[in-house]
């Protein structure tokens, strides 16, 4: 199989490979990333990153600083309930109709609607007012809503039907050409942008696995490809390695209720801190990562609403060891920890599809171990993991640039909803931070609240606190690039879902004569 996919690679990068010119005007990139329902916004396209074939209302910087994109104003009112945006009038999608409030309004009806990655299940309605201003209204103060105004790409109203997913109209900088499932996708720039020229006319995709696209890239038949730590060390002349700092991180979920349905050891906060006291991260990011990520006190690590007071110090398995035996957790003869007739061990479940949750996972075990807690590293479906992550710890994955994803992890109203809160976490002076939180006036002045639901110095869902999860490590995203190739100033980028690498590509430039 990998022998094919390198072909399909090869070959694609053959057919397509610009011959040497003084200004180059196409790029191929493997940076995986296929989007399983096609390049739909509705259904969750752009959610990590941005849409690239569609525009959004509001983009950021490098610094993740707000910018105005098809909005040129947007304001919410003194009740929180109501967002009113004015977009801008210079506008057409790739087929040359003009975009209008109309479709931003649809647009926004659609994703609501849609039960796909955006959840916009807070939207009362979106309604055009005229063809520049719509206005949004929602069931209840929320003010993670704005951030689908970073990441909710635009849709005609009149061009949107069943085979939109695989053949989108949009107005962003590029526009699809061919997307061959499992093999690549082609786009090239949409001569009705409104924005900044694109500077490079073409862009090829390759969805090849990762030996294979690392393999096309030593042979120099690719301009960008993302790779796992394992390859980052070598890089081929005539490339450089970028490196992107992220929230892409992994964690230890625990279970918190006791009894059949829950887990009786997880469910004792001084396993929970135990763990978190215990855990060397500095040391998994050498192991696991070969240093190619940074250790994780949270789930959004450096963005504007963590809290740094939230974590503890180094690793200090002694503290955790005196935590357990101050608890009544007392080591058998066979070093593992009892209390009472309880053991202290657990499963601990991963995705058997990700090799590098397994050997965190295993590297988690080793460690805990030495403290007398048996962790029991399983690889499973996701089926399966869905069936057991009530009562079983889970190494998950999660970031984002949106502050949203604290709120569903912690808040006791999403206890045991899907993927969210799956260890039914509940502490009512943290929900209540969160909610103060989606009740202010703005992103910004949310913050606040936000770190104090990590740890307001007496409670939080946080290391310090009631350490509802185990942070692991923040996974960096590196890439290889050619040389020539400038691909300007980072983000810290979220999970690595879509292509988080492609928000600035309006900022690349070919450096070469």
């Not at 916004?41 to 910087?61: F, K, N």
């Not at 009112?77 to 109709?97: C, K, N, P």
């Not at 045991?416 to 002076?429: D, I, K, Q």
């Amino acid at each position: 199989m990998r022998g094919g996919l390198l072909a399909i690679a090869v070959a694609a990068a053959a057919l397509i490979a610009a011959p040497p010119a003084l200004a180059k005007d196409e790029l191929v990139l493997a940076i995986q990333g296929e989007p399983a329902q096609g390049y739909d916004p509705t259904l969750g396209w752009g959610e990590y990153g941005h849409p690239l074939i569609q525009s959004t209302l509001l983009t950021r910087d490098a610094d993740l600083a707000t910018r105005p994109d098809l909005a040129r104003s947007w304001t919410l009112s003194d009740d929180r309930l109501t967002w009113t945006v004015a977009i801008r009038e210079d506008v057409r999608f790739s087929d040359g109709s003009r975009l209008t409030a109309r479709d931003v309004a649809f647009t926004f009806r659609q994703a609501a609607g849609s039960g796909g990655i955006a959840d916009l299940s807070v939207l009362q309605s979106a309604e055009a007012r005229d063809d520049t201003t719509v206005v949004l209204r929602l069931k209840q103060p929320r003010v993670t809503f704005q951030e689908s105004f970073f990441t909710l790409g635009i849709v005609p109203e009149r061009g949107y039907g069943p085979d939109y997913a695989r053949k989108p109209i949009g107005s962003g900088p590029y526009r699809l050409v061919r997307w061959l499932r499992g093999q690549q996708m082609v786009v090239e720039a949409n001569d009705l942008y409104y924005g900044k020229a694109p500077p490079f006319r073409r862009l090829v995709f390759l969805f090849t696995g990762e030996d294979a696209s690392y393999a096309a890239a030593r042979a120099g038949q690719v301009d960008v490809v993302s790779v796992p730590a394992s390859f980052a060390g070598n890089v081929r002349s005539g490339m450089t390695r970028v490196i992107a700092r992220t929230v892409d991180n992994r964690g230890l979920m625990f279970p918190m209720k006791s009894g059949p349905a829950g887990n009786d050891v997880t469910a004792d906060p001084a396993i929970r801190r135990a763990v978190n006291v215990a855990l060397d991260r500095k040391l998994l990011v050498a192991q696991v990562a070969a240093g190619f990520a940074t250790p994780a006190t949270g789930p959004a690590d450096g963005l504007p609403w963590s809290n740094p007071n939230a974590a503890l110090p180094d690793a200090d398995p002694a503290a955790a060891e005196a935590l357990l035996d101050a608890a009544g957790w007392s080591k058998g003869s066979d070093g593992v920890r009892r209390k009472g007739a309880l053991k202290a061990e657990f499963p601990l479940v991963y995705f058997s599809t990700d090799s590098t949750r397994q050997m965190l996972a295993i590297a988690v075990a080793d460690q805990l171990r030495r403290i007398g807690i048996v962790a029991q590293p399983a690889g499973k479906s996701s089926e399966e993991v869905r069936r057991l992550m009530h009562s079983s710890v889970v190494l998950f994955g999660w970031g984002s640039h949106n502050p949203i994803e604290v709120y569903y992890l912690h808040h006791s109203s999403l206890s045991g909803s899907g993927f969210y809160n799956a260890g039914f976490y509940a502490n009512g002076t943290v929900d209540a931070h969160l909610d103060r939180a989606q009740s202010a006036a703005s992103l910004e002045e949310s913050y606040a609240a936000w770190r104090a639901a990590a740890w307001d110095g007496t409670t939080g869902y946080g290391m310090r606190g009631d350490a509802a999860w185990a942070w692991l490590v923040n996974l960096d995203h590196v890439y290889l690039v050619r040389s020539c190739l400038d691909t300007g100033r980072r983000q810290i980028e979220p999970h690595g879902h879509g292509w988080p690498v492609t928000s600035n590509i309006l900022d690349w430039r070919w450096t070469c004569s």
